[in-house]
């Protein structure tokens, strides 16, 4: 049983070089070339992988390899930028979530959400509050009674200005009717690190980075900010149960460039969806912690209008849109 | 319990020819893409994790420790035979490595590389065996005021790491930290002296920039004096060290290991510090400092071993408290989560199996690279052999592709070419480049933890000598940076008081 | 007293102009970073200019020292200045300038041939310069240079699957 793995893992092995790989097909039929999913983020994160989970499936889908390109730098727009001026083709798509609507608004060389085509919606990932079991609090209702007491009592681990768990950071304490003391950390990982050694006693990061500390117990999660609880912490309760009206979230989506032949985004946005549904991904996807919630491209447009509604005055109101960049 | 465990799991592979043949496939190919230039630990891990896809989790990690710990060692490969440094962890092992090329001994350099790096890599393992708990709570003693301290520690230490004079090289580094934060600031998200253009906005990555200012800029050097001396392949003198040779450097190797594999626990610190470190102390510690930058063997085997070690170092984070302590072993703790495998702080109660499961695959690793990186050094010293004129047409190629593959980005090929010609220039005049690099990966852990730390105490400075490991950390540096001053006094002092004394004599 | 890098006044001199103009590009960019930001800093952070300003005023104060370490000790050279050609540079320069237009050049040929042209070009140099311009010798020229397009083809592209443009 076990030569079977390295029989089956030598196929792979020779079909990831190419050597089995399918080098005579139509040119006329889409797609005849490896598909690139550009990710903007370092290779480990949780856009990466989701690239690389929905890209092995994509590839059995759509019968043609496909690739993840790490496209990293600037806060995610060099990657945006190269997915809104690749061919449109087909061949290019890019994984996207909340940070490209910031970016968009505080720098302006990356493309505008109008430069950019949402292909399918994958998840959504809402934002919550976590506290270190080490602070002793146990219930929402003591963690503000706390912090009404004393705002400095407890510090707030997040992201740099414009990232998810900044945007929750600022509409969870908003909702709350607290004030927050915010430390910048760069990226998630450093954030529950900062969490675990007791440099912040709280993180507003979404559910996936913490989801084992908070199945451990060394992270307690106060509240979600969804409608429903998270199916990964059927007891955690959500800010609205809680008799607070939160409601905010990062999203997960693919979008590729402006210009697609409407055959070929057929063609690549069914594909797409159809390894988003598929039960591998599924599974992998929600035992990561990821809320799935598939649709086409016209739920895809509809969700980014609707978040980027949301997010443009957190961002005009922490005083973050670039000069230029406003919207009338 | 957990070490019988490990023995159990270790057995179990060891016999097991489906498992060995797994291994075998994952070092080699963990060596070649590793000694391909511009093909860093990180690319290696990402571009082979779908190939595991298919696999049962345990012959996964196995599979995919066996690349990891294997592209460390090929990472040194290209560092030696072209001065190009493949991952951020070999950049200390060009500087004494290619010299001994030049010489006519890569094969001598491949093989201190190897021997330092398997030992590093067997220290560092069995400190996280043995040590595991003792290092996370270590690690987690760690807040931004000591992450800003080690920094600074680091950046005393390179005053030590070049040859030449020590204000040169401190300002050298320092011009490093500046180039660190080109780019956006990870706190406030302000672009700084970027000028709103695409290239400076994504920062300098540190695989261009040493690209760049070490292998593009021995090109340009070796073309400037092309029409006298075209240029001669070097005589392969003997291939393997004595053995007595490697023995004698125990010491070295031991003393890299323990820094690699403490720096490597600390979170975020990563095997770039701890190779940075190691390299520093080294030839602080050398009878024959000057020697070092010319070929000296130390100054290959102590960032190697330190590289190495830094491997079992990093995993403590990942294991211990369920957190990704660099950007490698965030690649390989997504590869784990591929396969329902989520590193968290209860693993070592609820999973041994599975922690034992990785304590093998490293053991068995390092086996397999030693094995085959042996058989590798024969084969790549003959590197050496292609004519001058066309290794450096071949570099030159390696610089772009290698340039642009890091991010993927073609930006980064200017950058590459733009610290090339700094690199050229800086060496004509006599700068030192080394330090250059080593403020580049030091500035931003300064900076960041700097200003939180000061964020956190609501700008008093006093932060930094409340904490016990900062407040000793300091203290070092004060006395690293006072000892030549005081001991040059006093040499003074003698001298006067001894010209007198002498004078009676 | 000795002037401090290699002993050598004129390389003293060039590093400390390098060091003072460095410090002066630097702070003149750093002065447009400024007012390009809009955003506030947390309390207690020094702002996200401090550091820089910082390393570039040390930078510029050892430019000045070494600059006057060199007027002190002018005249200290220890060794012969090295005598160089007009063409020390010419190559140099030449590879810079065709490594600068290999990004438009792949765009436009695609990868593999764009590195097999400037392979080919750049051995048959090389070779001409060291050996003479024997047809003999830059027949093997176009033979590594499409080789190595090949190897960039089959392993950068293929193999490892990287965007480069093609």
């Not at chain 2, 200003?451 to 904490?467: A, D, V």
């Not at chain 3, 060039?14 to 060091?19: S, Y």
């Amino acid at each position: 049983m076990k030569r079977r793995h390295l029989i089956s893992s030598a196929l792979a092995l020779s079909a990831a070089i190419g050597l089995a790989g399918p080098a005579a097909m139509a040119q006329d039929a889409y797609p005849a070339e490896p598909i690139h999913i550009t990710v903007v983020w370092p290779a480990g994160g949780g856009h990466d992988l989701v690239g690389r989970l929905l890209g092995n499936e994509l590839s059995k889908v759509m019968d043609t390899p496909v690739v993840v390109d790490n496209v990293t730098g600037a806060g995610g727009t060099t990657g945006m930028r190269h997915v809104a001026d690749a061919d449109p083709d087909g061949y290019t798509i890019g994984v996207m979530g909340l940070h490209a609507i910031s970016q968009s608004f505080m720098n302006a060389n990356a493309p505008t959400m109008e430069d950019v085509d949402p292909l399918v919606y994958i998840s959504d990932d809402p934002g919550a509050l976590e506290i270190s079991a080490d602070a002793g609090i146990d219930t929402l209702e003591d963690y503000v009674a706390a912090m009404k007491d004393d705002p400095m009592a407890l510090m707030n681990g997040n992201d740099p200005q414009g990232g998810n768990s900044f945007v929750f950071a600022n509409v969870i304490p908003k909702g709350l009717g607290i004030d927050m003391m915010k430390l910048p950390y760069p990226g998630h990982a450093p954030t529950v690190t900062a969490l675990l050694t007791g440099e912040v006693q709280t993180a507003t990061l979404p559910i996936p980075p913490v989801l084992e500390q908070a199945k451990a117990g060394t992270v307690k999660v106060l509240g979600v900010a969804s409608e429903e609880r998270h199916p990964q912490l059927p007891d955690v309760p959500t800010f609205k149960e809680q008799g607070y009206d939160i409601v905010t979230g990062d999203f997960v989506m693919i979008v590729g460039p402006k210009g697609m032949d409407p055959a070929v985004k057929k063609t690549l946005s069914d594909g797409i969806l159809a390894a988003a549904q598929s039960a591998a991904f599924t599974e992998a996807a929600t035992s990561n912690g990821m809320v799935l919630r598939a649709g086409g491209p016209e739920m895809a447009a509809a969700e980014l209008t609707t978040q980027v509604d949301t997010v443009y005055p957190l961002l005009l109101d922490a005083g973050l849109v670039a000069e230029g960049l406003e919207r009338e | 319990m957990l070490l019988s465990t490990f023995f159990d799991t270790l057995a179990g592979f060891a016999t097991d020819p489906a498992m060995l043949g797994l291994i075998a496939i994952g070092a080699v190919l963990g060596l070649i893409l590793g000694a391909v230039p511009g093909i860093s630990s990180t690319m290696a891990l990402a571009i082979l994790m779908p190939v595991t896809f298919g696999m049962e989790p345990g012959p996964a990690i196995l599979f995919l420790i066996s690349i990891f710990m294997s592209s460390v060692y090929g990472g040194s490969v290209s560092a030696i035979l072209m001065k190009l440094p493949g991952t951020p962890a070999s950049i200390f092992t060009q500087v004494d490595g290619y010299p001994m090329t030049q010489q006519g001994k890569a094969g001598q350099a491949l093989t201190y590389a190897l021997a330092a790096s398997t030992i590093g890599g067997m220290i560092g393992l069995a400190m996280l065996v043995v040590l595991a708990p003792v290092l996370a709570g270590f690690a987690t003693n760690f807040r931004s005021p000591e992450f800003a301290a080690v920094a600074l520690f680091g950046i005393v230490m390179l005053s030590f790491a070049s040859n030449g004079s020590t204000l040169v090289a401190t300002v050298m580094g320092l011009l490093g930290v500046v180039l660190g934060m080109v780019g956006f600031d990870s706190l406030t998200d302000a672009q700084r002296l970027t000028m709103n253009a695409p290239a400076l906005q994504s920062g300098f990555n540190l695989i261009p920039v040493i690209i760049g200012l070490f292998g593009l800029a021995e090109i340009l050097q070796n073309l400037s004096g092309f029409r006298d001396k075209p240029g001669t392949t070097p005589v392969i003198g003997r291939i393997f060290v004595p053995f007595s040779d490697l023995v004698s450097r125990w010491k070295v190797m031991l003393r890299g290991s323990f820094i690699g594999t403490f720096i490597g626990a600390i979170p975020a610190a990563g095997s770039a510090v701890a190779v940075s470190i190691a390299y520093a102390q080294e030839r602080r510690l050398s009878k024959t400092p000057e020697k070092f930058g010319e070929g000296h063997p130390d100054g290959l085997v102590a960032p190697e071993a330190a590289n190495s070690a830094s491997v079992g170092g990093s995993l403590v984070p990942l294991i211990a408290l369920g957190v990704p302590g660099d950007t490698i072993t965030a690649v390989l703790m997504g590869a784990l989560m591929v396969h329902g495998l989520t590193p968290g702080p209860l693993l070592f109660a609820k999973d041994p199996l599975f922690v034992s499961w990785i304590y093998a695959s490293v053991l068995l690793a390092l086996m397999a690279t030693l094995v085959f990186g042996i058989g590798m050094i024969r084969v790549s010293v003959l590197v050496t052999k292609i004519p001058p004129q066309l290794m450096q047409v071949f570099i030159a190629v390696f610089c772009v592709i290698g340039a642009f593959a890091i991010r993927n980005d073609m930006n980064d090929v200017y950058v590459m070419v733009g610290f090339g010609v700094a690199g050229f220039v800086f060496s004509r005049i006599g700068l030192p480049v080394t330090p250059l690099a080593f403020g580049l990966i030091l500035g931003p852990i300064l900076e960041e933890n700097l200003r939180r730390s000061l964020m956190i105490s609501r700008g008093s400075w006093s932060i930094f000598l409340e904490r016990p490991i900062s407040a000793a950390l300091i203290a070092v540096c004060v006395v690293l940076v006072a000892l030549p001053l005081i001991s040059a006094g006093l040499a003074r002092l003698r001298r006067r008081s001894s010209g007198a004394a002498g004078q009676a004599r | 007293m000795q002037p401090p890098i290699d002993g050598s006044t004129r390389k003293t001199l060039a590093a400390g102009l390098v060091f003072l103009l460095l410090c002066l590009v630097g702070l003149a960019m750093l002065g447009a970073s400024r007012a390009a930001w809009q955003g506030s800093s947390m309390p207690g952070d020094p702002g996200p200019f401090f550091l820089i300003r910082l390393c570039l005023w040390a930078t510029g104060a050892a430019g000045a020292g070494l600059l006057i370490l060199a007027a002190v000790t002018r005249g200290q050279d220890r060794g012969a200045p090295r005598v160089e050609g007009p063409g020390a540079l010419a190559l140099p320069g030449l590879l810079v300038l065709s490594l600068l237009a290999m990004p438009v050049l792949m765009k436009l040929l695609g990868s593999a041939p764009a590195v097999a042209v400037f392979a080919t070009l750049w051995i048959g140099l090389l070779a001409g310069l060291g050996h003479g311009w024997q047809p003999r010798r830059l027949i093997t020229a176009p033979l590594f240079g499409v080789g190595a397009g090949i190897f960039v083809q089959l392993v950068f592209v293929r193999l490892l699957s990287l965007p480069l443009p093609n």
